[in-house]
């Protein structure tokens, strides 16, 4: 059963929280970075993007990088700016985005459940990246960001989430185009005792922060705080997935025929940039703008392989450019639904890509049907919004 841990936060003050707020590390570039953090010497970017305060051509891996995002920290610890909670609670945390509330629980796991698969993954970690957020964390002896996680819906952190919701917050911002909302949670026994009864928790987005929290630990060894990681737990209801769409170059001759092939054994169900079911596949290309296709019914035996996503890879990376490996392929790219399909057709229409595909959204339940079977998704599967904030609360050890 999964394990929820209250911990102590260290946090801006909330007078304080608009500054420190920023995007979390790895949803902007080090270029957007330095420009968020300009003249902003609160802001938890220095933290969580240290490069931004050093020069131009510093590399972001360089040791340089790792000193200061501690020192940042550091500094704000030791700021009137900021707090450290005196006892160990829990938070519910709700974001508002384009009117749609998403709301969950904000604590610590347990990297013993991310080890012993009760915190389940779907998507294959990189060792570069690990490494990364490994030595980040073993620096400033602090999880500086939570991951995202879900779970299946339980009544009593219902009960819990809607009545904590009910006082008064702690702090209630907006940033970019999100309205950030954070309680501290009263009957917190309660809501430990109700995870205790959840048998699985899914990883949603992080998953190379779970992993780096998993290596931290063992490298310390020992019991205690840093065996544990922040994260903010939704219940399955609550989220909201868009779709990853993607864009793809490198027509030759060969492709062109082949391409030509596929789309005569394709059913064209429609034009318009929107797939309106599962199954369905939009495609852009500057010739003929918008047409919908139905993706052909995979014989693959996986469950990850009937995702669109899947089956797109299937029928037509593979078998007409010959992408086999999209994480390392630079003839596809991947576009965040969060960016709309006018992006897509501009990046055609630049040029730059041949073709665009809008997919329908993977569903929260494929995500967790492929979890629960012990697969993985192909890369780029599930695009979250809203993002969570960075800067409010922070696990040290």
């Known amino acids: ?101 998403q709301v969950g629980v904000f604590g610590c796991v347990t990297v013993d459940d991310y080890d012993a698969d009760v915190i389940l993954k779907h998507e294959k970690t990189r060792v570069a990246k690990e490494d990364d957020r490994t030595r980040h964390i073993l620096t400033q002896r602090a999880h500086a960001e ?53 048998d699985r928790l899914y990883v949603a987005d992080g998953h190379h922060r779970c992993k780096a929290a998993s290596r931290a630990a063992a490298e310390l060894g020992g019991d205690g705080e840093q065996r544990y990681f922040p994260a903010v737990i939704f219940p399955m209801s609550n989220m909201n997935l868009m779709a990853y769409n993607r864009v793809v170059r490198g027509f030759e001759a060969g492709a062109n025929a082949a391409w030509a092939t596929v789309v005569e054994h394709l059913e064209h169900v429609g034009d318009g940039p929107d797939p309106v079911e599962p199954g369905e596949v939009a495609v852009y290309d500057a010739a003929h703008g918008w047409r919908r296709y139905r993706l052909p019914i995979t014989e693959r035996n996986g469950v990850a392989d009937r995702l669109d996503v899947a089956r797109l890879a299937e029928h037509v990376l593979e078998p007409v450019f010959g992408i086999t490996d999209p994480r390392t392929d630079d003839r596809v790219a991947f576009v965040g639904g969060i960016r709309g399909t006018q992006t897509l057709a501009d990046r055609v229409d630049s040029g730059e890509w041949q073709l665009a595909f809008s997919m329908y959204p993977t569903a929260i339940t494929d995500l967790v049907d492929v979890s629960d079977a012990g697969e993985l998704m192909p890369p780029k599967s599930t695009w979250f919004e809203p993002k969570l904030i960075s800067g409010v609360l922070v696990h040290r050890f």
């Open 146 to 198: 939570p991951v995202m996680l879900t779970c299946r819906d339980h009544a009593d952190v219902t009960a819990v989430l809607e009545a904590t919701m009910a006082g008064t917050p702690v702090y209630d911002f907006a940033s970019r185009n999100t309205q950030h909302t954070f309680w501290r949670v009263q009957d917190v026994d309660r809501l430990v005792a109700a995870f205790g009864e959840i």
């Open 1 to 101: 059963m999964a394990s929820l841990i209250p911990f102590r936060a260290l946090r801006p003050l909330p007078e304080h929280v608009a500054e420190a707020a920023c995007p979390p590390y790895d949803v902007i570039s080090t270029a957007e970075a330095r420009d968020l953090a300009e003249g902003r010497d609160g802001s938890f970017l220095h933290v969580v993007r240290p490069e931004v305060a050093l020069p131009l051509d510093t590399d972001e891996h360089d040791d340089a990088v790792y000193e200061a995002g501690a020192k940042a920290l550091a500094r704000f610890a030791e700021s009137d700016a900021w707090t450290e909670d005196e006892t160990a609670g829990l938070w519910v945390y709700r974001l508002i985005m384009d009117g749609r509330p």
